[in-house]
C-alpha cells in the first residue's frame, strides 16, 4: 500500500507532539520508527490509525485522504501490550480468532496462519493461560486474518526476553517478504535481524530524519 | 410436594406463564449477560434498573396526578423509554469521562433513584415500589409473555446475525474498525438491547435482582468453561436449573419468586467455587511440584 504524509502536524491540547513531518512509502516497503520516548512515535501511529485526528491532506492511503477513509479492514495492527484486552473471561484461541475474521475470511485460513506461526497446538487453549510471547503470536496471527496491505506493529519492549524479541523481528521479515507494507515501531537502539527498507528517527524536538536502508547505513549508530 | 408443583405447572395458567416467562429469560439474560461481563459493565443492569424505575413512577404521576390513563394499564412502555434513556445517557458520561467510566453509572443510578422517589411521592404511590423492586414472575399476564417473546426473539436475531463481531468487540474494543466493526454503532444498538432486556427483567424479578440474573450465572460458568462456547452454554442451564428450582421454591414456600430464584442461582455460584477448589488442591496433591506456583482460579 502506498503512503503519503504531508506536513503532518499533531497536538495534544495545546502541546505540538509532531510538527511538518513529511515522508512517502510505496507498496512492499518496511518502515522502523524509532527515537527516544516522547519523540512522538506512538502519536504518529495513532494518527495513522485513526485514532488520532488529523486535518485533510495530511495523510494519504493509495491516494485516499484519511479523513473519510472506511477501509480499515486492509490494514492490520498489532499493539506492544495488551492493556484493553480482555483476560479473564474464557475464550479459546481458535474462538478469538474466528470472531475476528471477516466473513469471507475462512476458518480454516485461521489454522494456516496457526500454522505458520508454530501455535497451531495451542488452538483449543484458553487464551488467559498463553505466555505473553504466544499472546503476541496470536495478535499477529489476528491482524493478518484478513490478508491486510497494510501491517503496524508496536514492538514489545526491549524487556521482555531477547530470545522472544528475536522471533517477533523473524516474524514480521517474514510477513514483509509476502508483500505486505510494514511499519514497525521499534523501542530498541539496535536494527538487528531486521529486514527494513526506510528508517524514520524521530526526535522530540520535532526533527527528524527519514532515510532508505542504505543511507542509514552510512549514518554512525542508527544500525548497530 | 414436588408432584403437585409438577400437576400446577402445567394445569394452572399462571404457573404455565410464570414458566414460559422464566425458561426465555434464563437464556436471554445470561447471554446478554456474558457481554456485560466481558465488558466489565456488571453494575450496568442495576443501573438501568433504577432508571427505568423512573418510567414506572412518571406512568404513575401522570395517572394518579393528571387522570392520564393512557399509561396505567401498562407502565412498562415509560420503563422501556427511560431505561433506553438511562443507557445513552451511560455511554454520553463514558465518553465524557473516559479513564473513570464507572462514574457514568454513579450518576445515572443517582438520578434514577431520585427521579423515581420524586415521582412516586407525588403521585402518592410509594407502596406499590416494592413490587418493582423485587417484582413476582408468578403474577406476570400474557401481555407480558409476548413482549418477553419478541425481546427474545430480537437477541437471538442479533446474536445469530452478528454474534461473532459482538463477541470480538467486546473482548477489544480498539481494533474493531480493522474487522469491519462500528465501535460506535456496535455500542448504540448494544446499550438499546440491553436496556430492553432490563426493564423486561423488572416485573419479573425486579430492580434489585435483575442484575444478579444476568450476573450470577456467568460468574458461576466463568470458573469452569473451557471456552466462550461452553461457559454461556453452562450459563444457561444454571440459569434455567434456578429459575425451575426458584419457582418451585417460591410457589412452595410462598416467598417473593425472584428472590427465590436468585437465591438458587448464589446457590449455586457456592458449591461450582467450592468444588473448583477442592479439585485444584487434589491436582496440586498429586503433582506437587508445581505446587509453588500460583494457580489461578
Redo the contacts between chains.
Keep these: 500500500m502506498q503512503i503519503d504524509i504531508n506536513n503532518l502536524c499533531f497536538a495534544y491540547m495545546h502541546k505540538l507532539v509532531i510538527n511538518n513531518l513529511s515522508f512517502s512509502l510505496s507498496r512492499g516497503d518496511f518502515l522502523v520508527i524509532r527515537g527516544k520516548n516522547g519523540s512522538g512515535k506512538s502519536t504518529l501511529v495513532k494518527c495513522l490509525l485513526?485514532?488520532n485526528p488529523v486535518k485533510n491532506g495530511m495523510i494519504f492511503f493509495d491516494h485516499e485522504d484519511i479523513v473519510g477513509f472506511k477501509k480499515?479492514?486492509i490494514?492490520?495492527?498489532v499493539?506492544q501490550k495488551?492493556e484493553?484486552?480482555?483476560y479473564?473471561?474464557?475464550?479459546?484461541v481458535k474462538?478469538?480468532l474466528?470472531?475476528?475474521?471477516?466473513r469471507q475470511t475462512k476458518d480454516s485460513h485461521v489454522l494456516k496462519l496457526l500454522d505458520k506461526m508454530g501455535i497451531l497446538e495451542i488452538q483449543?487453549d484458553?487464551i488467559?493461560s498463553l505466555s505473553g510471547g504466544q499472546l503476541q503470536r496470536v495478535f499477529i496471527v489476528?491482524?493478518m486474518?484478513?490478508n491486510?496491505r497494510l501491517l503496524i506493529l508496536d514492538e514489545p519492549t526491549a524487556s521482555i526476553d531477547k530470545k522472544n524479541v528475536l522471533y517477533f523481528r523473524e516474524t514480521v521479515n517474514q510477513l514483509h517478504e509476502e508483500g505486505v507494507t510494514v511499519i514497525l515501531i521499534s523501542h530498541d537502539e539496535s536494527l538487528a535481524n531486521l529486514n527494513y527498507t526506510h528508517v524514520l528517527s524521530m526526535s522530540s524536538d520535532f526533527s527528524f530524519s527519514f532515510q532508505s536502508r542504505e543511507n542509514a547505513e552510512l549514518t554512525p549508530g542508527v544500525n548497530e | 410436594m414436588f408432584l403437585s408443583f409438577f400437576s400446577d405447572l402445567f394445569n394452572q395458567d399462571f404457573m404455565l406463564r410464570a414458566l414460559i416467562a422464566g425458561i426465555l429469560l434464563g437464556i436471554i439474560a445470561p447471554l446478554i449477560g456474558s457481554i456485560v461481563v466481558i465488558r466489565r459493565l456488571s453494575f450496568i443492569a442495576d443501573t438501568l434498573g433504577h432508571f427505568s424505575l423512573v418510567g414506572i413512577s412518571i406512568s404513575f404521576f401522570l395517572t394518579y396526578t393528571f387522570g392520564w390513563t393512557v399509561f396505567s394499564l401498562r407502565p412498562q412502555y415509560l420503563a422501556i423509554v427511560f431505561s433506553v434513556i438511562g443507557g445513552l445517557l451511560i455511554e454520553l458520561f463514558r465518553r465524557y469521562y473516559r479513564n473513570y467510566k464507572e462514574i457514568a453509572m454513579a450518576i445515572v443510578i443517582s438520578l434514577g433513584a431520585a427521579a423515581s422517589a420524586i415521582f412516586f411521592s407525588l403521585s402518592k404511590k410509594t407502596g406499590s415500589l416494592y413490587n418493582y423492586l423485587f417484582g413476582s414472575i408468578l403474577t406476570v399476564t400474557d401481555y407480558y409473555v409476548v413482549l418477553i417473546a419478541i425481546t427474545s426473539l430480537v437477541v437471538f436475531l442479533l446474536f445469530g446475525l452478528f454474534g461473532r463481531q459482538i463477541i470480538s468487540v467486546s473482548f477489544e474494543e480498539t481494533n474493531a474498525k480493522f474487522f469491519g466493526i462500528n465501535l460506535g454503532v456496535f455500542q448504540l444498538v448494544f446499550i438499546i438491547v440491553l436496556s430492553v432486556v432490563v426493564s423486561i427483567l423488572l416485573e419479573s424479578v425486579g430492580v434489585l435482582l435483575s442484575s444478579a440474573m444476568m450476573i450470577i450465572p456467568i460468574a458461576a460458568a466463568m470458573k469452569i468453561g473451557w471456552s466462550y462456547r461452553s461457559t454461556t452454554i453452562i450459563a444457561i442451564l444454571f440459569s434455567e436449573l434456578s429459575v425451575f428450582l426458584g419457582l418451585w421454591i417460591a410457589y412452595s414456600f410462598n416467598i417473593p419468586s425472584g428472590a427465590a430464584i436468585v437465591s438458587v442461582n448464589i446457590i449455586i455460584l457456592v458449591i461450582v467455587s467450592v468444588i473448583k477448589r477442592i479439585m485444584i488442591k487434589r491436582t496440586l496433591k498429586k503433582t506437587p511440584e508445581i505446587a509453588n506456583f500460583d494457580v489461578g482460579e
Excluded: Q
Design positions: 485513526g485514532i480499515w479492514t490494514m492490520g495492527y499493539p495488551f484493553d484486552f480482555n479473564e473471561y474464557p475464550i479459546t474462538e478469538f474466528s470472531v475476528s475474521r471477516l483449543n484458553n488467559n489476528r491482524a486474518l484478513n491486510p
